[in-house]
């Protein structure tokens, strides 16, 4: 019997390709001889752990390797030769020429060739761009280079050309080097994949790091004197530094393919059909270098990421030796970056890309907390999720926040990529536990968001619609509480909190669109339910909320240039050399305006240029602690964020410390009068007079009749009552635990569902916020004439509580801004 031949396969390229390419064939046969042909030195290593080893965050450079050539070739018995470029393919010969880094050149014959050469770092041609201490990176050589350059020449100062995802990684880890960064885009956002809503996010976060950003600004020329190098910007603009890392992108690496004959795509790659099998039947090729249609638009496009190289490989390999049998689906581009303390990840297409291609489409944007919020460390995440207005299918998503980012978006990447709806995303089983999610999925949230536009039951406001509209033509709602309305509204909106919206329905206009807003959208939503349940059919609400809508339109502050080392070292430790300690609260898990009225209780216990510290959860604070700081007179020092965690410092200023004998005079108190005993317009009384109170102002809250039932102790002395006292006793809520919501209050169901609520989502009971009240000041005065009607006693109300008539409650209005009746 005559000896079967044994087949040759030859790989030109290692890494994520063409190593595991090589790799599988051997897996598949033992008889096969393969040989890898790479022109570098490595042919296994880690390329996205590349920004982390000159960051530091790796130590060890040896970690970096997968595999060395030595034992990769030992284990699975392949050829491999480094240092050997492939410079050209006969393919009628069906042969190649190396050349090896000694200078000496040969040819090699194979049966089937595998073409894995990845891509090329752009380079554009400007002026001084070969000066020293300019660099790419993209693989070992590149790194060795920036991490020595780093270490030797004490590099303080590092200007990042382009805003991706390998730009903004370097970023970070410059900045965990020592040095300040600028990064320089000509984009009007960072990282392209993502909408400019989502990337707003991205820009806040980088500034808080410190990061300076110069976006829709293009660079002209460089120049060097002695080692500073200056970036010389189209606009005029000049940059000194002590280097540059040009991150501009990369373009597909097809010269060789190209001198061989084989057909390029439109967009440029090296044609491939399913098989990933190129136009010549005995060559394949996989990785940066190919172009594929894309699975959702069915368009040829390039995929420089290397989970995909890697499933090709594995697909080619088995097409290689076992004939054309499997078929590549395409990939939907689905990618991940750590920024600092943030996850930013997306895949599929956003909506800036359907708008280019022209394809109709919808979206849905959420703020939805990692885990559970009753369990501590819940941090919030911003999604964004595109689908068809006609049936639902799924076209992308977005997503930045802290934990659990990963394990989302691969959710949306899996249903993308078998054609789910995202009435389907509502369908997936999450595993559930508090530490690690919620009842309902942040993934299945955007579900019913989604759902809910799709099917008409909430109309999408979408925050650029609001940012051109012309708001005399709607009315337009913040449905937040009064607090937060205080601490920055929209211009020109109406506050009426969703609480208060069936009794002030009157004053909303049906003769115009009615546009509705909060913090992150869900009482939006809730408002127009109730709107349209009274005849208001023009009602929109706004996605992403007030959250989406603010980091969208904020202006980008002009970046300065980077500071001297001495300015540097002085800012850094101007908070902290005053020699009395600072003092640190934690307001971690409280929702607005706890945190303020914790910040406010604490700062009136400091002595005058004693600093506080306060670390919170929420989002807002750094910006509401601003706020109330202009409002009291108090000095902001400084914030900072760092895994979801808000610290912000502020110092007791001497002109807080002013007393007035009349603090009302000037007409700046605030005033209210509590006739109901229903629990959410009780809570909301507590909330409006805790929000006054924060800001400095003399605040009193005037109970009568229903009201008084508020502020009765719930363990009360025994008192002498009359028939008429009595029978109010037994009909009357013992105390403030026994209030009912005025709505849906199902027999006491509602009532024990909403503190129920409130507890869980960190918001302060009926009863702490009347304490918090009590701390603050806030005076609380009893009506004596409906005292006296309803047989309720002095001794049966708190400690705090004074009796007055009206007279009382009418020297207190007219020295307030602001009366209430609740």
């Avoid at 705090?800 to 409650?809: E, H, L, M, P, R």
Wanted: proline share 4%.
């Amino acid at each position: 019997m005559s000896e079967s031949k044994i087949s040759k396969y030859l790989i030109v390229g290692g890494v994520a390709g063409g190593a595991t390419a090589a790799a599988r064939i051997r897996r598949l046969t033992e008889d096969a001889e393969i040989i890898l042909f790479e022109k570098g030195n490595y042919i296994s290593y880690a390329n996205c752990g590349l920004p982390y080893y000159i960051g530091g965050v790796i130590e060890e450079r040896e970690r970096l390797f997968v595999q060395t050539p030595q034992t990769f070739g030992r284990r699975f018995n392949i050829d491999v030769r480094t240092g050997s470029e492939v410079i050209a393919i006969d393919r009628t010969k069906k042969e190649i020429a190396v050349k090896t880094t000694e200078g000496k050149e040969y040819t090699e014959t194979y049966d089937k060739l595998l073409l894995s050469p990845g891509a090329s770092p752009v380079r554009p041609p400007l002026e001084g761009i070969n000066s020293e201490g300019i660099f790419t990176l993209r693989n070992v050589d590149d790194t060795d280079r920036i991490k020595a350059y780093v270490e030797n020449h004490n590099v303080k100062r590092a200007v990042i050309v382009g805003g991706g995802f390998i730009g903004l990684e370097m970023a970070e880890n410059l900045c965990l080097a020592g040095a300040q960064v600028a990064v320089v885009e000509m984009a009007p956002q960072v990282m392209s994949p993502i909408d400019y809503s989502m990337a707003a996010l991205v820009h806040e976060h980088l500034l808080q790091h410190d990061v300076k950003l110069y976006l829709e600004q293009a660079v002209e020329s460089f120049s060097q004197e002695g080692e500073e190098l200056t970036v010389h910007f189209k606009s005029g603009i000049e940059l000194k530094t002590d280097m540059v890392l040009l991150s501009i992108g990369v373009r597909a690496e097809t010269k060789l393919a190209q001198e061989a004959g084989l057909q390029l795509g439109e967009m440029r790659g090296i044609y491939v059909n399913e098989y990933l099998q190129t136009s010549d039947c005995d060559i394949y090729a996989v990785g940066d270098a190919i172009e594929y249609k894309h699975p959702i638009t069915e368009k040829p496009w390039l995929n420089f990421l290397a989970g995909p190289a890697n499933r090709q490989a594995r697909i080619v390999a088995d097409n290689m030796v076992k004939g054309n049998n499997v078929k590549y689906e395409g990939s939907i581009g689905t990618a991940i970056a750590k920024i600092f303390d943030i996850t930013v990840a997306s895949t599929g297409l956003p909506a800036k890309r359907l708008q280019q291609m022209d394809i109709p489409y919808l979206s849905a944007t959420i703020h939805s907390g990692s885990h559970a919020g009753y369990y501590p460390g819940s941090l919030q995440m911003a999604i964004k999720i595109t689908f068809s207005p006609s049936d639902g299918k799924l076209y992308g998503a977005q997503i930045v926040g802290y934990d659990g980012v990963d394990t989302r978006i691969n959710q949306y990447a899996l249903a993308i990529k078998q054609g789910c709806t995202v009435q389907q995303l509502t369908k997936l089983e999450h595993a559930y536990a508090p530490p690690f999610s919620s009842a309902k999925d942040p993934v299945a949230i955007s579900g019913y968001v989604a759902g809910n536009i799709l099917s008409g039951k909430m109309n999408p406001l979408y925050w650029r619609e609001l940012k051109e509209a012309d708001l005399s033509k709607v009315t337009l709602i913040d449905v937040r509480t009064a607090d937060e309305a205080a601490l920055g509204s929209i211009p020109g909106a109406v506050n009426i909190p969703l609480d208060d919206l069936r009794d002030r329905i009157s004053e909303i206009p049906s003769g115009k669109p009615v546009w509705l807003f909060c913090g992150v959208g869900l009482r939006g939503y809730l408002a127009s339910n109730i709107l349209k349940g009274h005849g208001y059919n023009d009602v929109f609400n706004l996605i992403g909320g007030l959250k989406t809508y603010k980091a969208s339109t904020a202006k980008m502050p002009a970046p300065d240039g980077f500071t001297t080392t001495s300015e540097t070292c002085e800012c850094a430790g101007s908070p902290h050399n005053s020699h009395s300690p600072i003092i640190r609260l934690d307001a971690c898990g409280l929702q607005c305006p706890g945190p303020i009225l914790k910040l406010k209780q604490a700062m009136e216990k400091l002595t005058v240029e004693q600093t506080l510290e306060v670390k919170a959860t929420d989002a807002g604070f750094p910006r509401d602690a601003e706020a109330w700081c202009r409002t009291t007179g108090n000095i902001f020092l400084n914030k900072k964020s760092e895994k979801g965690i808000h610290t912000v410092e502020i110092k007791k200023s001497a002109s807080c410390m002013v007393k007035d004998d009349n603090p009302q005079t000037g007409n700046t108190g605030k005033t209210f009068i509590l006739f109901s005993d229903d629990l959410d317009k009780t809570l909301a009384t507590f909330v409006l007079a805790n929000g006054a109170a924060a800001t400095g102002k003399k605040v009193s809250i005037f109970f009568t009749f229903w009201g008084l039932n508020a502020i009765k102790k719930s363990v009360k002395p025994q008192v002498k009552k009359d028939i008429w006292g009595k029978m109010f006793g037994w009909m009357l809520p013992a105390d403030s635990t026994k209030l009912s919501l005025s709505k849906m209050n199902m027999m006491g169901i509602g009532g024990k569902m909403m503190r129920f609520l409130m507890a869980k989502k960190g918001v302060d009971s009926l009863e702490t916020l009347r304490q918090n009240a009590i701390d603050s000041g806030v005076e609380f005065i009893a009506c004596q004439m409906s005292m006296e009607v309803m047989g309720i006693k002095h001794e049966e109300l708190l400690d705090n509580v004074i009796v007055g008539g009206v007279a009382s409650y009418m020297e207190r209005a007219e020295k307030a801004n602001v009366n209430l009746f609740i």
